[in-house]
Structures are given as C-alpha cells and as structure tokens.
C-alpha cells in the first residue's frame, strides 16, 4: 500500500512539473554576473580537480580517469554556458521570434550573423552536459565494483 501512495505521489508530482530550461535566464544583472561567477567558480575548481587528479597519478587507474573525463566534459559546457549568457545578454545582436514555440527561431540583426551561429550552437549545451554525466555514471560505477577502497590503497599501488 505504501509503495502504490509512492507512485501515486511521483505522478502526481510530475504531472504539476513546468517546463525547465537547460540555460537559464537572469532578469536582473546581478543575479545574471552571481551566476556567470558560480560557471568561473565550477571550471576553476574542476580545473584543480583535474590538476590534483594527474598530480597524484590518480589518471592511470580507470574510474579516475573517467572521472577526469567527466571533469573536462563538465568545464567546456560551463564555458558554453558562460557564452550563451553573455550573448543572451547583450541587446542587438539578434532577436528570437517566437520563443518557447515549437516553431521557434533566431534572426540575426544585421552584421551580427557570427553571434547569432555562435549563440545557436552554444544553446546546444547538452552536447557537454550529456556526455559528462555519462563519464560520471561510468566513472562512479567502476570506482563502485573495482576501484580501491580508500587511498591510502592508491598509494600502496603507486
């Protein structure tokens, strides 16, 4: 009985979900620059992540490798999302006609045709995002079934 009122609970929780975009826009500029500083703030630290990982030569065993993957995967869609934001932001370079419709599309203003290809591609974000999440499920799952228990195993290895 319980597990069915869960169900029942999970369905009903979807069918209330709106729809959520991947770039998320800011209205006021402040908490667009907060936000744009959080993207800075994540690839500096997978950054340190990555420098830390083939420091310590964490790189040669396959979950960490994985996990580096997924790092890297993970900064060019933050560089992606830095892109988009600052091209969103800015005014004149092009105009989306009917947004959020299926039928959507982006006109460029004139002599802003580079921004608007390059703001179309960089709305393609899951191109990164995907694939590091796959890295990370991939990454987690080895480390779960064959990785060392602890580091200092690691270390007994190098």
């Known amino acids: 009985m ?8 999970l369905v009903l929780l979807f069918m209330q979900s709106e729809v959520a975009h991947a770039t998320q826009v800011h209205a006021a500029p402040e908490g667009l620059y907060v936000h744009q500083l959080a993207h ?7 950054g ?17 490798r994985l996990l580096q993957y997924c790092a890297l995967c993970f900064i060019l869609w ?5 892109i988009a934001h600052y091209l969103e932001s800015r005014e004149g370079l092009f105009r989306i006609v009917q947004e959020g ?13 580079w921004a608007t290809l390059l703001f ?29 228990k602890s580091f200092l195993d690691i270390r ?3």
């Not at 319980?2 to 609970?9: A, I, N, P, R, V």
């Not at 987690?140 to 990785?147: D, H, K, P, S, T």
């Open 2 to 9: 319980f597990k069915l009122l869960s169900y029942l609970f």
């Open 40 to 46: 800075s703030f994540f690839i500096l630290s997978l």
């Open 48 to 64: 340190t992540f990555i420098y830390w990982l083939r420091e310590r030569g964490l790189t040669r065993d396959k979950g960490w």
């Open 78 to 82: 933050n560089l992606d999302a830095i």
């Open 101 to 113: 419709g299926f039928f959507a599309r982006i006109e460029p203003n004139p002599g802003h045709e």
């Open 120 to 148: 179309y591609f960089s709305k393609m974000d899951h191109l990164f995002c995907v694939p590091g999440i796959i890295f990370l499920y991939a990454a987690l799952r080895y480390l779960l079934g064959n990785g060392p």
């Open 156 to 158: 007994k290895n190098q």
